[in-house]
């Protein structure tokens, strides 16, 4: 009876795991996100990131996004631009300050692929607060409290990371609450 009940845990342990290992990507703006799909292919699906799209084309960054990798890309939502300062994304988006606008949009991009259990263990490994330089060369502070990561900008802006670990087949997407500044 005792063997059995054993087996029967360590089936229901297996499959647990096993779901958890195939469970789908969160979905991101009412879109499905696809891991065989790479960053920009699954944002463009995402009604919350309409305005980090349109920025990523005016910025000429749809070529990188779309390339191997590995990018973790913290994606500010529609929300996350709207609270900017008024017109500041209309000056933003001006061919003329596409310089600028490709300087704030590299900030939300890393080089590698970091799933948020990686950034808990450097963030943890670091004694709290884990200096993320980004392919902008801005230094993004992360930190953890309860369960949740959040990064401060170089303005000293914080956003929280709202959906994590969203596979793509070229890195990793975190949506994020507020754009990162940086220093300008």
Do not use: W
Not at 130 to 147: F, N, R, W, Y
């Amino acid at each position: 009876m005792l063997k059995t009940a054993f087996r029967t845990l360590a089936i229901a342990t297996v499959l647990s795991a096993a779901v958890t290992a195939f469970a789908a990507n969160p979905k991101v703006g009412g879109a499905a996100m696809y891991e065989n799909k790479n960053i920009v292919e699954n944002a463009v699906n995402s009604k919350d990131h309409t305005t980090l799209v349109a920025a990523v084309k005016v910025a000429g960054l749809v070529d990188t996004l779309q390339g191997k990798g590995p990018f973790t890309v913290f994606a500010p939502t529609n929300e996350a631009f709207a609270a900017l300062p008024k017109g500041t994304v209309e000056t933003l988006l001006k061919p003329e300050n596409k310089a600028q606008l490709t300087k704030v949009l590299t900030c939300h991009v890393v080089a590698i692929s970091a799933m948020s259990t990686a950034i808990e263990k450097m963030i943890k490994d670091d004694k709290g607060t884990h200096d993320v330089k980004t392919v902008g060369g801005c230094i993004l502070k992360a930190k953890e409290s309860m369960g949740k990561i959040t990064l401060t900008d170089e303005m000293g802006g914080v956003s929280n990371v709202t959906i994590a670990d969203v596979k793509q087949s070229n890195g990793v997407i975190h949506v994020v609450d507020k754009v990162l500044l940086p220093k300008m």
